[in-house]
């Protein structure tokens, strides 16, 4: 069975003609799909309700891709691919670092967006059963208990720690900005800053190499954030 199947998919896409071809070929394949338009449709719908992925047009009327992606990024980490009708705008889009998780070309094939589709929806249920783990894998989280263990052994850590964690470790491979990590600390924001979070998470590497010296899974990115990357 698809990986799409009873997926919700939102796009977003001025080109009416074009969003309604991909939405055909995305209802065929067993999702159901939303489509906006206009780009200050997009922040209040997401805000409203988060699907399980998003198409997103780069240069839509209204609030822009770049724009949409990076706030959606403040409150969600929903799968996120952009697309752009330049390949060149591609290297840039990267090095923007917006949390998009794909990114695809004009002109495209629907069969192509669909694939990726697939393959990205698959990828994150893939990430997700990794790292949120099933007693028995590397990193196994209790959510009830806020208790963690590292290869077997209990990480004796603090609520805010097991918090980041948990927000890091549901996206593996992913950066997550300062101001994300934030957003998982349930903490009055206007009373903490970035360098709170940067010292609870050297507080919890420190926690991993206690337990296995150059274990430590959590990667830190120069000027952009941290991300959570499993060894299995
Ligand atoms: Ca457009």
Redo the contacts with the bound molecule.
Sequence with gaps: MSQVVGKRILIV???RKLAEVLRDYLVADGANVDLLHHGDDALPALRLSVPDLVLL????PGTDGLTICRELRRFSTVPVIMVT?RVEEIDRLLGLELGADDYICKPFSPREVVARVRALLRRTQAWQNAAIAAPGSELELDDERFEARWRGRKLDLTPVEFRLLKALAHRPGHVLSRAQLLEQLYMDHRIVSDRTVDSHIKNLRRKFEEIEVGSDPVRSIYGVGYKYEPSD
């Excluded at 047009?57 to 839509?60: I, V």
């Design positions: 896409e001025d080109e047009d780069l240069m839509l009708a």
